[in-house]
């Protein structure tokens, strides 16, 4: 069954480095998205990308965030100076459309933790 | 204002009796759509079931069952007869109609453990 996977699961960084969280979306797939979790706390969104650029954004996703697709298959969040309050866990996830309802399906996440 | 409010923050059930989770939705969308995740000890979030606004109907699926009611803005999910592996984070989902981007709010999720 196609899954989103994402790499690394776990990554320790320190404060005001930079941190590429990794992403392979459902191949078939044209809507992806990051969203974050600070721990015990609710999901929350913080960007969608379509058509190779971004069609939404929260206020989560200021200026020192990034998104990208390299190539035909990952998808790419950056961060470019790490804070302690980044510290979280970062979900990536595909939909086949945005519009209609059609689900997004969550890769299993990468723990970030910014010491 | 979109907004999805779970007001059970945990809940603590034996194994084979029945539970509902409530999930309450606020939005302006004559369209719109509505999820349920489970988020399990390992953390990843599982799809469960996406309903549109225009399709009231009820569905189940196995012990799990969910009742749409636009007239309350609720979606609640119920599980018949839980087990322990049910123990999870449970997020109930909102995504508007209009615009493209597939966007989720998400609401503060509730944590049901079930006990042998």
């Known amino acids: 069954e196609p899954e989103v996977t994402q790499t690394p699961s776990h990554q320790v960084t320190q404060m005001g480095q930079e941190v590429i969280l990794r992403c392979v979306p459902i191949?078939?797939?044209?809507?992806f998205y990051w969203y974050r979790q600070i721990l015990g706390q609710k999901v929350e969104f913080l960007v969608s990308?379509?058509?190779?650029?971004?069609?939404?954004k929260s206020e989560i996703f200021d200026d020192q965030f990034s998104v990208e697709r390299p190539d035909g298959s990952n998808f790419t969040l950056k961060i470019r100076s790490t804070k302690l309050e980044d510290s979280a866990m970062y979900f990536c996830?595909?939909?086949?459309?945005?519009?209609?309802?059609?689900?997004?399906?969550f890769g299993q996440g990468t723990r970030l933790t910014v010491v | 204002a979109q907004k999805v409010t779970q007001a059970q923050t945990e809940i603590s059930v034996v194994e084979k009796e029945d539970v509902t989770l409530d999930c309450v939705y606020e939005?302006?969308?004559?369209?719109?759509?509505l999820f349920w995740y489970k988020q399990p000890p390992s953390g990843e979030l599982v799809f469960l079931i996406r309903?549109?606004?225009?399709?009231?109907q009820n569905e189940i699926s196995g012990r799990y069952s969910w009742n749409f009611q636009k007239s309350t803005s609720s979606f609640n999910f119920t599980i018949t007869a839980s087990q322990v592996v049910d123990s999870a984070v449970y997020f109930c989902a909102l995504r508007h109609g209009s615009g493209n981007t597939g966007k989720l709010i998400f609401g503060q999720g509730t944590t049901l453990q079930v006990k042998p």
């Open positions: 990308f379509y058509n190779n650029e971004i069609s939404e």
């Open positions: 996830a595909s939909s086949y459309r945005g519009r209609e309802g059609t689900e997004a399906f």
């Open positions: 309903r549109n606004s225009f399709d009231e």
């Open positions: 191949s078939n797939h044209l809507y």
């Open positions: 939005t302006r969308d004559t369209t719109y759509y």
